[in-house]
């Protein structure tokens, strides 16, 4: 049948009217849809017929199909469910995180690791889960509608009142003591936390606790909690002690905030006191270094020239044993040489001069720049200058070395 017969329009009815081709100037005759079947709604389950039905089978399967008496074995499978069902509350599943403690009549009997496990059924055996890794936090003082306002004040041991607040940090270590040797391990560890501290405040000064001794006071109070509650054989291991807060009461907070201003301007001058010290050390060090080493160089220098002269005297002596007047006059010759080499004077034999000597006039001049004459005053310049001595010409019978003779 062709999509597009009208004749036969199928299980749908014939289409309306505005869905015929354009082309169409009139429509074909309508046809009426078949009309809808009339009754009752579908009904839903009956659950009174199926109650019915399963007690029914019930009883068949209890009683038989005549009615009298309950067959053996349906007892026996009652009975192996009940057995079944007490026997799964034995079975347990301790997470990694935990440790399972096994009690038999409420009295501790064993302790197990995790995975699952089985214990006898109740009420014969139970298991209790603790969790062992779990870091526990425990606030004392400072925190939010404590119960105790004033359990942050405490006495140090320079009778000052020190407001202080801090955390301690714990895990279970043993689960069985942790459960039974102590009724209420969260209030024994803030007690013994309390206590703790407050001994261990009492024996350090305010400044102390407040600046620069923290740590110190952290690591005495865990190392005192953990003594005393190894004493009470609690299962509890402390990790850390944090002090949160440690101020003076709130009315001398502006005096002691002067003294730690004062502490640090006191270190800041000892630091640049120290800085100032090491430096000087340090140059006096060098210089007293580099006079050693010259006084060494100098000793050295004298050593050498003394060792020097005693081998040459000791050469001269030689040579002295061997001719006396020869070496007395090379001796004498070469110590006139070695005066007369800077000497200004002029010395003429007036036995062996005939003409008037005339001598050079930078022969005196000094081979060294003169010093600046001072300033003279008005009646040092009026007066007349005087001649300058360029050196005594001595000759024989006192006469001047450019006198004729």
């Not at 952290?218 to 990790?239: A, C, F, K, P």
């Amino acid at each position: 049948m062709p999509w597009n017969d009208n004749a036969n329009p199928g299980p749908w009815g014939a289409p309306p009217p505005g869905d015929e081709p354009r082309r169409k100037t009139e429509p074909g005759p309508r046809r009426e849809p078949p009309p809808r079947r009339q009754g009752p709604p579908p009904r839903g389950p009956d659950f009174n017929e199926l109650l019915n039905r399963l007690r029914n089978e019930a009883n068949r399967l209890l009683r038989g199909p005549d009615g009298r008496g309950i067959r053996a074995p349906a007892i026996w499978a009652i009975v192996a469910l009940v057995a079944l069902g007490w026997l799964l509350t034995g079975v347990f599943v301790v997470q990694p995180n935990e440790e399972g403690v096994i009690t038999r009549f409420g009295v501790y009997s064993r302790s197990v690791e995790p995975g699952l496990h089985f214990h006898l059924p109740t009420p014969i055996e139970a298991a209790q889960l603790v969790s062992v890794t779990n870091q526990n936090k425990t606030v004392i003082g400072g925190s939010q509608g404590a119960q105790e306002p004033d359990e942050s004040l405490m006495l140090t041991g320079d009778e000052n009142i020190v407001d202080l607040s801090f955390t301690v940090q714990w895990h279970v270590s043993d689960a069985a003591k942790y459960l039974f040797d102590i009724r209420d391990p969260d209030a024994a560890v803030k007690s013994v936390a309390e206590s703790a501290m407050r001994e261990v405040v009492g024996r350090n000064k305010l400044t102390d606790i407040i600046t620069s001794g923290r740590d110190t006071v952290q690591n005495e109070t865990l190392d005192l909690m953990q003594r005393i509650l190894d004493r009470y054989q609690s299962g509890v291991t402390i990790d850390a002690v944090q002090i949160q807060n440690a101020n003076p009461p709130p009315e001398v907070v502006p005096a002691y905030q002067d003294i730690a201003r004062a502490g640090q301007d006191a270190q800041s001058y000892i630091n640049d006191a120290n800085k100032y010290r090491n430096r000087v050390v340090n140059e006096a060090k060098g210089d007293a270094a580099k006079i050693i080493q010259a006084a060494e160089g100098y000793r050295e220098q004298v050593t050498k020239e003394a060792q020097g002269q005693a081998a040459r005297f000791d050469q001269l002596y030689a040579q002295y044993r061997r001719s006396p007047e020869m070496t007395r006059e090379r001796i004498y010759i070469e110590t006139m040489q070695r005066i007369l080499t800077h000497s200004k004077k002029v010395i003429v034999d007036s036995k062996s001069v005939n003409a008037p000597i005339i001598l050079p006039p930078d022969l005196f001049r000094s081979s060294s720049p003169p010093a600046p004459p001072p300033e003279a005053s008005a009646e040092q310049q009026t007066a007349p200058p005087q001649g300058q001595d360029q050196g005594a010409v001595q000759g024989q019978g006192g006469q001047s070395p450019g006198a004729p003779q």
